[in-house]
């Protein structure tokens, strides 16, 4: 075929891609929408199969919790390198590297072995680092900090159906045939890689530094250490995480070992992640009360229910209810948590603030399974509750010090004032 048909083939398919997948100078906040939605349709299918998967393979929480404690490590360790490796590799191949992982992780996890099951989490583990590095990086070049809110609030709402669907839907495939839900998420991997080429989203901007040695991995920690507001970002990024490690890995276990099956805590979380379909009027609320009062009143409901969940683990069903309540307040953090740290981050340092950033993942996987497993030690599964109820408890505290016109409108021109 000539280059006429060539150009038109090519005129074709631009007239009849959505509109969002058209290419423009500037990506429009739903191309990241439904990058983050295509994401979360790779990891909603298998985040509650995954737990059961390895509790299957090892037949012990303990062990559970070290499986998941290793990895928590290796996936922190290569999160911190990535933007180091994005100085040698050009961030849409890390992008893609990050797909390829969630393709070979979805692999390995379909074989049902029990050592490549634990290969897979620690690939799907490395997988979600690396594209959380990578997306976030391409967030806060190409979308202006007032609007980082409605960004995240579209992105929310974009990946509310796959969340909402994802757990339930891979609990049902596991039960038709164990290799199912895998099967899927890796068919949403490959859409994800070919939606990301598609919006060409290239490279992002490039900001040019005063002239210097290139800075090492762990270089640009100091700078995060020497900005409070950061710090204390980053402190409810990794709590919030942590109360949902609680509630994807151990709820359900919880539920197994209480008699309850293995599929209620699958609905559970697909109902819990229904609420996402209200992220964006919980965003509203946020703006007109303030990122403060939303923080600390999200804390709190967390705090509040996880402990009534350990008081009542004698009665199940009112545990995994109380679980359920909270996650009302998982879901408002998941909302307005992250902007007192998006915020704060200046542009020259995009790259590896999100790097830090993404790392709340990682710690929170370190984290959570390594008090649970010496929670184990002295007290049964409902203890894990307890604990995480005082983890948010010190982040309500911590909120407290939050500037309290923060994410504010500024009275002058209508932006939003940082801090």
Same mark, same amino acid.
Not at 36 to 63: F, H, Q, T
């Given at each position: 075929?000539?280059?006429?048909?060539?150009?038109r083939?090519?005129?074709?398919?631009?007239?009849?891609?959505?509109?969002?997948l058209?290419?423009?100078?500037?990506?429009?906040?739903?191309?990241?929408a439904?990058?983050?939605?295509?994401?979360?349709a790779?990891?909603?299918?298998?985040i509650?199969?995954?737990?059961?998967?390895?509790?299957d393979?090892?037949?012990?929480?303990?062990?559970?919790?070290?499986?998941?404690?290793?990895?928590?490590?290796?996936?922190?360790?290569?999160?911190?390198m990535?933007?180091?490796?994005?100085?040698?590799?050009?961030?849409?191949?890390?992008?893609?590297v990050?797909?390829?992982?969630?393709?070979?992780?979805?692999?390995?996890?379909?074989s049902?072995?029990?050592?490549a099951?634990?290969?897979?989490? !620690?690939?799907?583990?490395?997988?979600?680092?690396? +594209?959380?590095?990578c997306?976030?990086?391409?967030?806060?070049d190409?979308?202006?900090?007032?609007e980082l809110?409605?960004?995240?609030?579209?992105?929310?709402?974009?990946a509310?159906?796959? /969340?909402?669907?994802?757990p339930?839907l891979?609990? /049902?495939?596991?039960?038709?045939w164990?290799?199912? *839900?895998?099967?899927?998420?890796?068919?949403?991997?490959?859409?994800?890689?070919?939606?990301?080429?598609?919006?060409?989203?290239?490279?992002?901007?490039?900001?040019?530094?005063?002239?210097?040695?290139?800075?090492?991995?762990?270089?640009?920690?100091?700078?995060?250490?020497?900005?409070?507001?950061?710090?204390a970002?980053?402190l409810?990024?990794?709590?919030?995480?942590?109360?949902?490690?609680?509630?994807?890995?151990?709820?359900?276990?919880?539920?197994?070992?209480?008699?309850?099956?293995?599929?209620?805590?699958?609905?559970?979380?697909?109902?819990?992640?229904?609420?996402?379909?209200i992220?964006?009027?919980?965003?509203?609320?946020v703006y007109?009360t303030? +990122?403060?009062?939303a923080?600390? !009143?999200?804390?709190?409901?967390c705090?509040?229910?996880?402990?009534?969940?350990?008081l009542?683990?004698?009665? *199940?069903?009112?545990?995994?209810?109380?679980?359920?309540? !909270?996650?009302f307040?998982?879901?408002?953090?998941d909302?307005?948590?992250?902007?007192?740290?998006?915020?704060?981050?200046?542009?020259?340092?995009?790259?590896e603030?999100?790097?830090?950033?993404?790392?709340?993942?990682?710690?929170?996987g370190?984290?959570? *399974?390594?008090?649970?497993?010496?929670v184990?030690?002295?007290?049964?599964?409902?203890?894990?509750?307890a604990a995480?109820?005082?983890?948010?408890?010190i982040?309500w505290?911590?909120?407290?010090?939050l500037?309290?016109?923060l994410?504010?409108?500024? *009275?002058?021109?209508?932006g939003?004032?940082?801090?």
């Amino acid at each position: 075929m000539g280059p006429p048909g060539l150009a038109r083939l090519n005129a074709m398919a631009t007239r009849y891609l959505p509109l969002f997948l058209k290419h423009s100078a500037t990506p429009r906040i739903e191309a990241f929408a439904l990058l983050a939605g295509l994401e979360a349709a790779v990891r909603g299918v298998v985040i509650s199969v995954m737990p059961l998967a390895v509790y299957d393979a090892v037949k012990d929480a303990g062990v559970v919790s070290r499986v998941y404690f290793l990895v928590g490590i290796a996936s922190l360790i290569w999160g911190l390198m990535v933007p180091w490796a994005t100085r040698h590799v050009p961030r849409r191949w890390m992008y893609t590297v990050g797909c390829v992982f969630y393709m070979i992780g979805a692999t390995l996890a379909a074989s049902g072995a029990p050592l490549a099951v634990t290969l897979a989490l !620690g690939c799907m583990a490395l997988a979600t680092a690396t +594209v959380f590095v990578c997306f976030n990086a391409y967030v806060l070049d190409y979308v202006a900090r007032a609007e980082l809110g409605r960004t995240q609030s579209l992105q929310m709402l974009y990946a509310a159906a796959p /969340w909402a669907v994802g757990p339930m839907l891979g609990v /049902w495939l596991r039960s038709l045939w164990q290799p199912l *839900p895998f099967v899927v998420a890796g068919g949403c991997a490959v859409l994800l890689l070919t939606a990301f080429w598609i919006l060409r989203l290239g490279n992002g901007k490039q900001i040019t530094r005063a002239k210097g040695p290139a800075l090492n991995p762990l270089a640009y920690l100091g700078r995060f250490f020497a900005q409070p507001r950061l710090i204390a970002g980053w402190l409810f990024a990794v709590l919030r995480s942590c109360g949902w490690w609680v509630y994807v890995v151990y709820l359900p276990i919880f539920c197994i070992e209480a008699g309850l099956g293995d599929k209620v805590g699958g609905v559970a979380l697909s109902l819990s992640n229904a609420l996402l379909f209200i992220s964006p009027f919980m965003l509203r609320l946020v703006y007109r009360t303030s +990122v403060r009062r939303a923080v600390r !009143g999200a804390f709190a409901l967390c705090c509040g229910t996880y402990m009534v969940a350990t008081l009542a683990s004698g009665l *199940p069903w009112v545990t995994v209810a109380m679980m359920m309540l !909270g996650s009302f307040g998982l879901v408002m953090l998941d909302a307005a948590g992250g902007l007192p740290f998006m915020m704060s981050v200046k542009p020259s340092e995009r790259t590896e603030m999100a790097a830090v950033y993404s790392s709340f993942r990682d710690v929170s996987g370190i984290l959570t *399974p390594g008090a649970a497993y010496l929670v184990l030690l002295v007290a049964p599964l409902s203890g894990i509750f307890a604990a995480a109820g005082a983890g948010m408890a010190i982040a309500w505290t911590i909120a407290g010090q939050l500037h309290p016109r923060l994410g504010a409108k500024r *009275p002058s021109h209508g932006g939003v004032l940082p801090d």
